[in-house]
C-alpha cells in the first residue's frame, strides 16, 4: 500500500479523500486542512462518508512531511494563490513524494510552462526525488486524453472542438464565480480570468499539448471572447441573487491556429441562469457539460456528464479529476522521478474497483 496525503479538503479535496479510500493500492495516513475548524475531525466525515476513516485531519503541514509520505494529492486551491500552491507542492516533491494536483495551470504543459513554475519543481525532483504530474477536467482530460483518444478513431480531421457548458450556479465556489469570472458585476467590469491574455495562461499549454501529440505547428495562439448581460433578475439555489443588467454569461475560446485557420480550439460557455444567451451551445440537460467535436470524416462528437453528491454536475466534474490524478498515483511511483504531463502518463482502467462501493 502506497501511504498517502491528502492536502485541502474544500470540492476537490472531499472527492480526492474518497478516491484514496477506494483506490486498492493507496492506504490514506494523513489529511492536512487551512481551516482551524476542520483540526481533529475524521477524514471520512470530510469526505461525506458514512462511516469514520480513522484518520483525523491536521493543519500540522511540517509533522505531516517529515513522515515522507509517499504521495500527496493536492487538492488545495491555487487559483488565487499561485504562488503559495508551487511552494506546498515543491516542498513535497523535495522530500520525495509523488504529487497530484489540478492547482498549477502553467504546469498542465511543461514543456510550455514559464521558467518560474518549471526550473523549481525541476530542481526539487532532482533533489529529492519525487514527482509531479498536472491535471484536471478542463484544463485536462477534456482537453487532452479525451480528443486525442476520440481523433484516433477519424480517417481525416479538419478541426477538433473541446467545449465546456456549465451552469455555473452549480459551482460551490461563489467567490471564483462572482470575481474571477464576473458573474453578477456591472458589464463594466474585467473579471481576471476573462483578461486578455489569462485563458491562455490556463488553457494554451493545452493547445499545446494536442498539437504535439497531433504533429502540427502552432501559427499562435488566438483568444475571443463575448459576454452578455441577465435581462431579468434571477436567484439561485447557492449562490442567491444575481441582478437584471449584470453579467450573466460568457462564451470565450482559445484556439491554436494552424495554416493560418483555428484547428484546435477550446471553448467554454458558462452562465448563471438557462435565461441567458439561449442562442448559445447548451448541455443536453441545461445543466453542464464536456463535449468533444472531430470535425472531419466522419464527424465525431462526444459528450460526457458527470455528477456526484446529490447529482451536482461540477461535483461530478471535480470527482472525474480526480479519478485522473489518484488513478495515475500508483503509475508515477513505480516511474522515474520527474515532472509529468498527461502525454507521458496513461489513462487506466479502474483496475480492483469494478463492483467495489464505498458504503
Keep these: 500500500m502506497i501511504p498517502t496525503v491528502v492536502w485541502g479538503t474544500g470540492n476537490v479535496g472531499r472527492a480526492a479523500l474518497r478516491a484514496v479510500d477506494a483506490h486498492p493500492a493507496l492506504a490514506l495516513t494523513a489529511v492536512l486542512v487551512h481551516d482551524p475548524g476542520k483540526v481533529g475531525r475524521d477524514a471520512g466525515d470530510l469526505a461525506g462518508l458514512d462511516r469514520a476513516l480513522g484518520v483525523a485531519a491536521t493543519d500540522d503541514i511540517d509533522a505531516v512531511l517529515a513522515a515522507r509520505p509517499r504521495a500527496v494529492v493536492y ?16 516542498r513535497a516533491v523535495r522530500g520525495g ?20 513554475f518549471r526550473d523549481p519543481v525541476l530542481a526539487a525532483v532532482a533533489e529529492g526525488g519525487g514527482s509531479l ?43 471564483s464565480v462572482r470575481h474571477l469570472v464576473g458573474m453578477g458585476h456591472p458589464m463594466t467590469y474585467e473579471p481576471l480570468m476573462l483578461a ?32 452578455r448581460a441577465l435581462d431579468t433578475t434571477v436567484t439561485t439555489r447557492t449562490m442567491g441573487v444575481f441582478e437584471a443588467g ?28 438557462p435565461s441567458c444567451a439561449p442562442d448559445w451551445p447548451t448541455p443536453p440537460d441545461g445543466t453542464g457539460a464536456h463535449r468533444v467535436v472531430v470535425e472531419g470524416r466522419p464527424r465525431i462528437e462526444v459528450t460526457v456528464e458527470a455528477s456526484d453528491e446529490g447529482e451536482n ?30 502525454l507521458d502518463v496513461p489513462l487506466r482502467p479502474a483496475v480492483g474497483t469494478l463492483g467495489r462501493k464505498q458504503p
Excluded at 168 to 174: A, D, F, K, R
Design 75 to 90: 487538492a488545495a486551491s491555487g487559483d488565487i494563490r499561485p504562488d503559495e500552491a508551487l511552494a506546498d507542492v515543491v
Design 313 to 342: 454536475r461540477s461535483a461530478g466534474g471535480n470527482a472525474t479529476a480526480v479519478g485522473r490524478l489518484v488513478n495515475a498515483v500508483d503509475w508515477l511511483v513505480a516511474a522515474e522521478p520527474g515532472l509529468y504531463d498527461a
Design 97 to 116: 513524494a509523488v504529487v497530484v494536483t489540478p492547482a498549477l495551470y502553467p504546469l498542465y504543459d511543461p514543456r510550455s510552462a514559464p521558467s518560474e
Design 246 to 273: 449584470t453579467q450573466g454569461a460568457v462564451r470565450f475560446e482559445v484556439q491554436g491556429i494552424v495554416g493560418g485557420v483555428p484547428r484546435i480550439v477550446i471553448e467554454h460557455v458558462t452562465r448563471i441562469h
Design 196 to 227: 486578455p491574455s489569462v485563458p491562455t495562461m490556463v488553457w494554451g499549454g493545452q493547445i499545446r499539448l494536442m498539437a504535439r501529440a497531433l504533429g502540427v505547428e502552432l501559427d499562435e495562439i488566438r483568444e475571443t471572447l463575448e459576454r
Design 133 to 175: 504530474f498536472v491535471s484536471g477536467v478542463d484544463p485536462g482530460w477534456g482537453n487532452d486524453v479525451l480528443p486525442l483518444l476520440i481523433s484516433g478513431l477519424a480517417t481525416t480531421v479538419d478541426a477538433i472542438r473541446c467545449q465546456e457548458i456549465f451552469d455555473y450556479s452549480t459551482y460551490e465556489q461563489e467567490d
